[in-house]
C-alpha cells in the first residue's frame, strides 16, 4: 500500500520552488525568459479576454444549434490548455527532475511516491502562479459576456482540476521518457541528438508559421477528451 507523507512532500516542493526562485533571481537568463514570457501571457490574455466576451455574448443569445457550436469550441480550448500544459511540464521532467537541492537527502530519507507527489505539486502551483491572472481576466470576460456570475465560480472549481489533470499527465509522461533516455542503452547515447532534434521541431513549429495547423488539427479530437467536458 502506498503511504504518501504530506509533512515531507511538503518539504521538499518548498526546496524546490524556492531552488527554481533563487534560480531566477540569479541567473539572467532566466529571469529574460520569465520576462519574456510574462509579456507574451500579457498579450493572451488581452487577446482570450476578448475572445471570451465574443464566445460569451454569442453562447448568451445562441439558439440551440449555435450553442451545440460555441460549446463545442469551448471544449476545444479547455482540451487545448490541456495539451499545452502537459506537454510544458512534460518537457520541464524530462529536464529538471533529479535536480533538488541535496538530492542524496531527499532520495535517501523519501519514498518514490512522496517525490513523484512532490513533483506535481510544484510543478501545479508553478503552473497556478501563472495562470490565476489570465484565467481570472478571461473568465470574467465570458461571464460579462454571458451575463452570468455563476461562470466564475464554476471556472474557480474546474480551473484546478484542469490544472492538476495536465501537471499529472505531464510528470507522468516526463518521468517516463526520462526512464527510457537513461536506462535503454541506444536512447541513451542518442539522448542529446534527440534533444536537438525535439527541439529544432518544436521551434519550427512556431517559426514556418505552423502553429495554427497544429492547432487546428487537435481542436477536433481534444473536444471528445473527458478533461474537456469540464467546458460544459
Not at 504530506?6 to 520576462?35: C, K, M, N, W
Not at 532520495?107 to 511516491?113: A, G, Q
Not at 507527489?117 to 503552473?127: D, F, G, I, K
Not at 541513451?188 to 525535439?198: D, E, F, Q, T, Y
Amino acid at each position: 500500500m502506498v503511504r504518501y507523507e504530506p509533512a515531507v512532500i511538503l518539504h521538499v516542493v518548498r526546496g524546490d520552488l524556492h531552488r527554481r526562485l533563487r534560480s531566477i533571481r540569479e541567473t539572467p537568463r532566466e529571469a529574460v525568459g520569465v520576462l519574456l514570457l510574462g509579456i507574451l501571457l500579457v498579450g493572451v490574455t488581452a487577446g482570450g479576454g476578448a475572445g471570451a466576451y465574443a464566445v460569451g455574448r454569442e453562447l448568451g443569445t445562441a439558439a440551440a444549434s449555435a450553442d451545440v457550436a460555441v460549446r463545442s469550441r469551448t471544449r476545444a480550448v479547455v482540451g487545448l490548455v490541456w495539451v499545452g500544459i502537459t506537454v510544458t511540464v512534460a518537457v520541464r521532467t524530462v529536464t529538471n527532475v533529479g535536480d533538488l537541492e541535496q538530492p542524496a537527502l531527499h532520495l535517501s530519507s523519501t519514498s518514490i511516491p512522496n517525490l513523484v507527489a512532490a513533483t506535481v505539486l510544484a510543478e501545479a502551483v508553478l503552473v497556478a502562479s501563472w495562470l490565476v491572472v489570465p484565467t481570472a481576466v478571461v473568465g470574467s470576460a465570458f461571464a460579462l459576456g454571458v451575463g452570468s456570475a455563476s461562470v466564475l465560480a464554476v471556472l474557480a472549481v474546474a480551473t484546478p482540476l484542469v490544472v492538476l489533470a495536465a501537471v499529472s499527465s505531464g510528470v507522468a509522461c516526463g518521468l517516463a521518457v526520462r526512464h527510457l533516455l537513461s536506462s535503454y542503452e541506444p536512447l541513451a547515447r542518442l539522448k542529446i541528438p534527440i534533444g536537438i532534434v525535439l527541439a529544432l521541431a518544436y521551434v519550427s513549429v512556431f517559426v514556418t508559421g505552423r502553429v495554427d495547423s497544429v492547432i487546428t488539427a487537435l481542436s477536433r479530437p481534444v473536444q471528445f477528451w473527458p478533461v474537456s467536458w469540464l467546458a460544459d
